[in-house]
Every structure is written in structure tokens, then in C-alpha cells.
């Protein structure tokens, strides 16, 4: 039976059972403490009793620093996971205690994300890294007792294919507002991204022992080529315009005198003297800024610039491989099914 006694203003009930660790809480009411002592009570007799007191006490701020902490470093994309977290973290509901939280919550976060534009896979990413927080929570902190309320709210689809290319003088015009940029690997990155067709992941992965100049291939190691429609093909044929493009960055890496007398030669004659490490010498985050404020600079005179999306340069990439006759393209990208320019399909 539970005990059930008056502290000052406030209400404490205590139940003691065998087996099980004693419970405590305080209420406002004498009602509701006996409220709560019936139902604990009863969840005992019935065997269905869980000691939620972690998960009310763990904010969702706490679990998520834990969860950075032990869960995203064995992930293959911690840089995302790590930028999702912290925009949760930044969100009132990081000061709510786990328990407290319920469907309706998420629901509301989902409507305000997606009220401020974003797309639908993003919501969808950012709703399931808490669901997983609360899986992990659940099986392995100690909180068997912790529902999972992103279960009870309908899931956004994803994003819908997109299919934005570049119009006419959008190139020239992007290309130029990257090359003004203080980061002199922007521009060339730009160009990389339509010439190799790789993602953005995988092209700022890029090293130099991965590449033949002579033989003009990029080979990709078995750990970097992932996995599923996301990867990339063990050797990729690459053009005699990226290869200028690759020489234009060793000459980058290896400082202003070799780009000033790379200059006077040419683009096609600068050789890099068996460069090593990343390709590009800067983060892709510094790379997305510089695009973002290029693409909002575009946008003050063509407001069609602002559904343009570095992901685009992979269709873009893919469309003009379609366009010179490659077959294989679906090997290179690793699309199924990609659009060419309107009216042109494969």
C-alpha cells in the first residue's frame, strides 16, 4: 500500500514493494498523488511496471549530447547527424524531460520546419534521428519504460525527384560569383561537380593518390565508393577539362608563385609534383557557404536562382553525359532513370 503524506504545500507518495526499487514523487494535490499510487500500483500487479524516473528526469538536450557523443561516430555521415542534433538542441523542446514528450510535439516541430521551407526529406531526416534517440534510449539507457511518441505521427514521404538544371548563362554567372569569392576552391569545385558527376560527399573526398593524369581515371578505394544508388564506381573516366581542372588545384595547393608561373604556361600545362592528401584544401561546409551567399547574391536579380541547389550540379552533370551519348551512365552516377534537358529522356 502506498504511503501517502503531506510535505508544506505539497503532497509525497512513496510506494515500497518487494522486487521492486521504492518510488517517490511529489504532487500539488493529495488527489493526484493517490492518482498516481493506484496506477504505479496496479502497472506492479499486473507485471507491467517501469521505472520511468531516468526518462523523466533526461531532457532531450541531455540525451542528444549523449547520443553525439556514443551513437554518431560509428555512422558513415557524421557531419550531417551532428548538424541535425544541433538543430535540435537549439529547439525549445531540447529543455523538455524525455517522458513529456508526446506526438502531437514532433508533429508541431515537422509543420514549423516545413513553414519556413524546408523540404520534405529534411524534416523527414530530422524527425528520424530523435526516433532513433529514443530506440537507443529505450534499449540501451535504462528507460524500458519510454514510449517512442515519434511513432504516432505520420512520417513525411521525402523529397520528390527533382529535375532544376541550369538555363542558359546560369554556368557563367554562378561561376563567376564563386571565382570572387575569398575562397579561391569554390569556383573549381563548381566545375568539378558538373564534370565528374559526383556527390558532394564523394567529391570532397577526393585524394590525390586516387588519380591518373596520364590516364585520365579517378580510382576509388573500396571504403570510399559507399553504397546502394549513393555510390561510385571503382575507376571513373574523367575529361580532358577536369583534368586541366585537377592541375588548376594542385597549382592552388601549391602556392601563389606556381599558380602565377602556371599562369603564363597555361592551364593544361601545370603538373603537380606528386601531390598527397585531400584534393581539396578546405572544408565542404566552406564550400556550401560560399555557394549559398553566391546563390542569394544571383537571387536579387533572378529569383530563379533560389531553387537551385548544389545537388542540381549532379542532374546537371548527369544530363550533359546523357547528351553526348554515354550509355553508361547509370554506371557513372549510379541513377537509375535520369532526365535530360526537357523532352529528352533515357
Not at 504505479?40 to 524516473?53: A, C, I, K, T, W
Request: aromatic share 8%.
Amino acid at each position: 500500500m502506498a504511503h501517502i503524506s503531506q510535505r508544506g504545500v505539497y503532497w509525497r507518495a512513496a510506494i515500497r514493494r518487494r522486487g521492486y526499487k521504492p518510488v517517490y514523487r511529489t504532487f500539488d494535490t493529495k488527489q493526484q498523488a493517490q492518482q498516481w499510487a493506484c496506477r504505479v500500483e496496479g502497472d506492479m500487479d499486473s507485471g507491467l511496471y517501469f521505472d520511468r524516473s531516468e526518462s523523466e528526469r533526461t531532457t532531450l538536450r541531455e540525451a542528444l549530447e549523449l547520443y553525439r557523443r556514443d551513437i554518431v561516430p560509428e555512422k558513415r555521415h557524421p557531419y550531417q547527424e551532428n548538424r541535425r542534433i544541433q538543430r535540435w538542441i537549439d529547439n525549445d523542446l531540447s529543455y523538455r524531460p524525455l517522458a513529456s514528450l508526446r506526438g502531437a510535439d514532433f508533429a508541431k516541430y515537422g509543420d514549423g520546419r516545413r513553414s519556413s521551407g524546408r523540404a520534405e526529406n529534411t524534416i523527414r531526416l530530422e524527425l528520424q534521428i530523435v526516433s532513433h534517440l529514443f530506440e537507443i534510449a529505450r534499449k540501451e539507457w535504462g528507460m524500458e519504460g519510454l514510449m517512442n511518441p515519434s511513432k504516432n505521427i505520420r512520417k513525411p514521404s521525402g523529397s520528390q525527384a527533382r529535375d532544376r538544371l541550369l538555363r542558359p548563362g546560369d554556368f557563367e554567372t554562378l561561376h563567376d560569383l564563386l571565382s570572387a569569392s575569398a575562397n579561391p576552391w569554390a569556383a573549381p569545385a563548381f566545375e568539378r561537380a558538373i564534370e565528374t558527376s559526383l556527390r558532394q560527399s564523394a567529391l570532397f573526398s577526393v585524394r590525390w593518390e586516387w588519380l591518373d593524369l596520364d590516364s585520365r581515371i579517378l580510382k576509388f578505394p573500396p571504403k570510399a565508393r559507399g553504397a546502394g544508388n549513393k555510390g561510385v564506381p571503382a575507376v571513373l573516366p574523367v575529361s580532358s577539362r577536369t583534368i586541366n581542372i585537377f592541375r588548376h588545384l594542385a597549382a592552388i595547393a601549391e602556392g601563389p608563385d606556381v599558380r602565377i608561373a602556371s599562369s603564363r604556361r597555361g592551364p593544361g600545362n601545370v603538373a603537380p609534383e606528386n601531390p598527397r592528401g585531400r584534393v581539396f584544401g578546405t572544408s565542404t561546409n566552406a564550400v556550401i557557404r560560399v555557394w549559398k551567399r553566391a546563390i542569394q547574391i544571383a537571387s536579387a536579380k533572378d529569383s530563379e536562382f533560389k531553387t537551385l541547389r548544389w545537388h542540381d550540379l549532379w542532374h546537371e552533370a548527369t544530363s550533359r553525359l546523357l547528351e553526348k551519348g554515354l550509355h553508361s551512365v547509370a554506371s557513372i552516377t549510379g541513377h537509375r532513370m535520369q532526365r535530360s534537358r526537357p523532352g529528352n529522356y533515357s
